[in-house]
Each structure stands twice: as C-alpha cells, then as structure tokens.
C-alpha cells in the first residue's frame, strides 16, 4: 500500500468513526428523552365473595408528548369464577389516547380488544365452551390532578349479550408515574 492509500484509508477511518461516535451521541440523547416521556401505570383488580372470585392485572404504558396529549399501549387479563360453574378468561390489549382540555380536565379514548374464553357447567349436561373477541371503543372524562385521574368512560360498542361489562357506563382511576 502506498503512503498516500494509507492516509486517505487512515482519514477515512478517523472520518467513520468520528460519525459513528456522533451518531452514538445523538442516539443516545434521544433514548434519554424518550424514556423521560415514558409513564407507566395500570390496574389491579381482585373481588371475591359467596362463591365468586375474580382477579384482573392491567399493566399500562404512555407516551406523553407534551402536557396536553399522551397516547399508549394497555395489556388486560382476567380471570372469573362463579361458584365452580362457570369460568372466564379474558386476555387482551387496548390503544389510548389522553387530551387535556385544560390541567384539570382529561378527555380519553380507548379501543380495546379482548379474547373471552367462557366455559358453562349445566346440571346434567356436558360443559359449554365459548370463545370469541370482543371490541370496545371507550370514550371518556375525567378530573386530572398529578399522575391521579378519575372519571367516567362509556362503550360506544357496547353489547349487552357479549360484553364482559356490565353497562356501557364504567367508572375509572389511572394513575401514572
């Protein structure tokens, strides 16, 4: 290799990686923002009572882009049993997205997509199996203050026959850190 090959192949070297610690740099600035605009939350659920049980865990992520807006992803599994009968699993995610008309006030919406699994025991008769995918676009309001929302959201796809809810009216609380 001649000398001038080896200082142009040399530059272009000490040119490459100067970009690629650039590069780094700049990757790595924009990671740091990205995780300080991440907010994790969720719910969890337990009820129980004369021959009832039913547990819920809900973990939530959102992306807060400036003070009004946020949007995110919300995983949701459930399990209910009703005095050994008749069992539910429900597993599934939901998108959202969170508006805040002014500091106090946050407008919401939710679609969700759950799978149900539903199994029936009737006195002398085989178990009956159901599974099938529910939809649910929630639209809501609620008082904001801090990471603490409260509020009420309704179903506009509401069906009484396939809803794992039991009205389109559904209380909430979100909390995020």
Do not use: C
Request: net charge neutral.
């Amino acid at each position: 290799m001649k000398k001038t090959e080896f200082r142009y192949v040399g530059k272009l070297f000490f040119i490459a990686l100067f970009l690629l610690s650039l590069t780094k740099s700049f990757s790595q600035a924009n990671k740091n923002e990205f995780w300080q605009h991440l907010r994790f939350g969720g719910g969890i659920g337990l009820s129980f009572g004369d021959g009832f049980f039913s547990g819920t865990l809900a973990p939530s992520a959102i992306y807060q882009f400036n003070d009004q807006f946020a949007a995110g992803l919300a995983l949701h599994g459930t399990y209910a049993s009703l005095k050994n009968d008749t069992n539910a699993t429900i597993l599934g995610g939901s998108v959202l997205a969170l508006y805040n008309v002014i500091p106090e006030i946050q407008l919401s919406a939710e679609f969700e997509e759950l799978h149900v699994t539903r199994k029936y025991k009737y006195w002398g008769s085989p178990d009956q199996t159901r599974n099938y995918w529910y939809p649910a676009l929630f639209l809501g309001v609620g008082f904001h203050s801090n990471n603490f929302t409260i509020g009420i959201r309704y179903d506009v796809l509401f069906d009484a026959d396939e809803s794992i809810y039991a009205s389109a009216f559904a209380p909430f609380v979100r909390v995020y850190f």
